[in-house]
């Protein structure tokens, strides 16, 4: 048996592919076999449910004292453009998207590293929220900004996980992992979380009953073996925990970055990589397509590659337009559900955890 064939068999059949079996597939040219591999496990996994929640994205700061290379978003405290939201700026945008949608059930908030701002400006922050919206989730804060955090604050990320739980966090959105090879990060991230930083948060984030997403940024220097073995590291933390909830790739969009000269990946390899990662991720339930990266219609198409969340309605996003991305800041509820309608799927609202609050459609 050649190893396409049983990697094929061990899917059907509900087996773990091991990562030479997840290359061959990746190398395999019939990405339509590829996608009904996916779609059958999706179909096992959430049936014919496709998910969106109505969410309100908010970045705190585009002040960033790491600044790095694959970043288009953060910039020096005197650079032109530069922005830091108080508690009153956060107060009035709570208000107004819980005024502009009553049926809002998620806060997604993801910052810059500030040099100078303590770490009680954050749990500040999360208060604020939270008593302007204490029935809203919020999910705040990738594992590189709470080991920022615990470097300011000299706190373990246990400490400091407990505190921002204390102050109203629910979740984390789990980015800031890029590619979880420290050969890689040392070039497009030299100055933020280290593979083993990223790691230890998010395991700390998990036993303190804190759940994440898991992530990716494909498609700048990295291998496509070093996106199978993130994969597979993700699977196994996945093993461990059980505290992902949903794993989101995102392609590099290198529009004003430090890497400027390469070449945004194609809607073929944006495909490829939903498949494969539904293939591998078999102990994560959902896999998003991130409209906001890859554009809705990719998106749209993703759901019959193994894809069963397109995220949600967002209503401002910064730091991926920063590079260059020409989505939409934003969607309407009612245009999220023509889209799933579209593709003979059921169109879900959900809150953070999967718990549907309205079937549509």
Known sequence: ????????????????????????????????ELASLARSVKERKSGHSVYFNVNRHINLTNICGSRCPLCAFGCDADSEGAFI???????????????????LTEIHM???????????FYLDIVATVKEV??????????????????????????QVLQQLKKAGLDSLPGGGAEILDDSIRKIICPNKATTNEWIEVIITAHKLGIPTN?????????????????????????????????FVAFPFHPG????????????WEDLKMIALARLILDNVDHIKAFWMMLTMPIAQL?????????????????????????????????????????????PVERDTFYKPVGILG
């Open 302 to 346: 993703a759901l019959a590659f193994g894809a069963d969340d397109l995220d949600g309605t967002v209503v401002e996003e910064k730091i991926i337009h920063a590079a260059g991305a020409e989505t939409k800041k934003g969607i309407t509820k009612a245009e999220i559900v023509e889209l799933i309608s579209e593709t003979g799927y059921t």
């Open 256 to 267: 004003n970055t430090g890497f400027s000269n390469l070449t945004r990946v194609s809607s």
């Open 110 to 120: 993801v910052s810059a590293l500030h040099p100078d701002k303590p770490f009680d």
């Open 1 to 32: 048996m050649d190893i396409i064939t049983g990697a094929k068999q061990k899917v059907l059949t509900g087996g773990r592919l091991d990562a030479a079996e997840a290359l061959a597939l990746y190398q395999h040219s019939d990405l339509l």
């Open 133 to 158: 919206l204490p029935k809203v989730h919020l999910k705040a804060f990738t594992p590189v900004e709470i080991v920022h955090f615990a470097k300011k604050s000299g706190q373990n990320y246990h």
């Open 214 to 246: 898991a992530t990716m940024l494909y498609g700048h220097i990295e291998t496509i073996e070093q996106r199978i073995n993130h994969l597979i590291t993700l699977r196994e933390i996945q093993d461990q925990t059980q505290g992902f909830q949903a």
């Open 85 to 103: 939201l108080d508690k009153k700026d956060v107060q009035s945008l709570a208000s107004q998207a819980a005024d502009d949608a009553p049926d």
